[in-house]
Nanobody, 120 residues
Framework: QVQLVESGGGLVQPGGSLRLSCAAS????????MRWYRQAPGKQRDLVAT???????NYEDSVKGRFTISRDDAKNTVYLQMNSLKPEDTAVYYC??????????????WGQGTHVTVSA
């Protein structure tokens, strides 16, 4: 079994920064794509950033130039560095990871979510 544990959320003023972390633990053979989603109150869950097994990244337009996704495969961890935060970035942030425990099949896992509030 695999678990994803997120950390790093909190309250920050507009223009501030936060770094989210998501650590995978359990039976892990390999980790493939890693993603961050967010869900604002009353809205659908949207993809924010993706990093592939090779390190290629993609970002949703509203966060380009402000957010950076990275991964540390030695620690089975994905990060989201968020700079120049805006009130509209307020949401619950979820990590989402494709993991193989057997070397054969990939299973998609979700973290529990971490709250980010951007407010003066």
């Amino acid at each position: 079994q695999v678990q994803l544990v997120e950390s790093g959320g909190g309250l920050v003023q507009p223009g501030g920064s936060l770094r989210l972390s998501c650590a995978a633990s359990g039976t892990i053979f390999s980790i493939h794509s890693m993603r961050w989603y967010r869900q604002a109150p009353g809205k659908q869950r949207d993809l924010v950033a993706t990093i592939s097994i090779g390190g290629s990244t993609n970002y949703e337009d509203s966060v380009k130039g402000r957010f950076t996704i990275s991964r540390d495969d030695a620690k089975n961890t994905v990060y989201l560095q968020m700079n120049s935060l805006k009130p509209e970035d307020t949401a619950v942030y979820y990590c989402n990871v494709d993991i193989s425990s057997s070397g054969v099949n990939l299973v998609n896992y979700w973290g529990q979510g971490t709250h980010v509030t951007v407010s003066a």
